[in-house]
């Protein structure tokens, strides 16, 4: 799929601070008059907010939620994703696949060849131009598979997010799990960083809010990608 937009995922454990942030990019890049389509996962199409709900707050084994989570994944490529991209929209993402491999996959121990499989099929471009309902034959074209071009990757220690989100919230079924589960987690986001270092931008998450912001700023600086003068 050729386009022109731009994809950027928003990734770390839960209380990390990726919300936090999010906002202001999509404010920087609107104040350099692009189009932001601001997303997240799991979620970002009535269908995938429907399963967002049941993997959140309903018990199930982990093929059944690796399983719920790339078919929300899938409707929102199809509805959402692939067709910003091609309005050449940038597309900022909270949460994305590497989500997947590290709460699935190092979290839970489910299997990472059955997930890097789900990531074959589920984020190929076939069929992303066709009708979303389905009625209409998938187009065949070359097929690619779509991942972000950068991952901001929000690295902070699980027993500090724990205390960040303390009182907060009511947590979730991943919010409520004990911190191991969330050591198991960072360790799966440093080594989906390990096997793709040219998209993941690490981020010192444990500095104050403004260093942290300081340190976004200098990755979408650096890559020419916003100017140093749309940034606080
Ligand atoms: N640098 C920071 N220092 C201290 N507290 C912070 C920092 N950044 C965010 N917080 C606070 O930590 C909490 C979690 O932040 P936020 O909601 O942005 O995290 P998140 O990564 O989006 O979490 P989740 O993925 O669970 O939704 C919030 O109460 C937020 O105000
Ligand atoms: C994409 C994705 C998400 N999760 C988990 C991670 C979080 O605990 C929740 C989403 O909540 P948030 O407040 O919006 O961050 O879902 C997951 O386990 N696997 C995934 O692929």
Redesign the pocket.
């Known amino acids: 799929m050729t386009h022109h937009g731009l994809f950027i995922s928003f990734e ?1 454990i ?8 999010i906002a202001g990019l999509a404010d920087a890049f609107q104040s350099e008059g692009r189009a932001v389509t601001l997303t997240r996962e799991p979620g970002g199409t009535l269908l995938a907010e429907k399963l967002r709900n049941m993997v959140l707050d309903d018990a199930m084994d982990p093929l059944t939620e690796s399983l719920l989570i790339f078919a929300a994944r899938r409707d929102h490529l199809v509805r959402v994703i692939a067709p910003a991209l091609l309005r050449g929209d940038v597309v900022l993402c ?2 994305f696949t590497d989500a997947t491999f590290a709460y699935q996959g190092a979290g839970r121990g489910f299997d990472v060849k059955v997930l890097a499989t789900l990531e074959r099929w589920v984020q190929s471009d076939e069929g992303l131009l066709g009708d979303p309902t389905g009625n209409q034959p998938m187009k065949p074209e070359v097929e690619t598979v779509i991942e972000p071009h950068l991952t901001v990757w ?1 690295d902070l220690p699980p027993e500090e997010a724990a205390l ?2 303390a009182d ?1 919230r009511v947590p979730d079924r991943f ?1 409520s799990q004990p911190v191991e589960f969330f050591r198991r987690v960072a360790r799966g986001y440093a080594e989906r960083q390990l096997g793709h270092p040219e998209r993941f931008a690490r981020i010192d ?1 444990s ?3 403004e260093a ?1 912001w300081q340190g976004i700023r200098q990755v979408f600086v650096e890559k020419g990608w916003l100017q140093a003068a749309a940034l606080p």
């Open positions: 770390g839960d209380g990390a601070g990726k919300s936090t942030h909270d949460r929000f960040r989100l907060s919010e998450a500095q104050n809010r942290v």
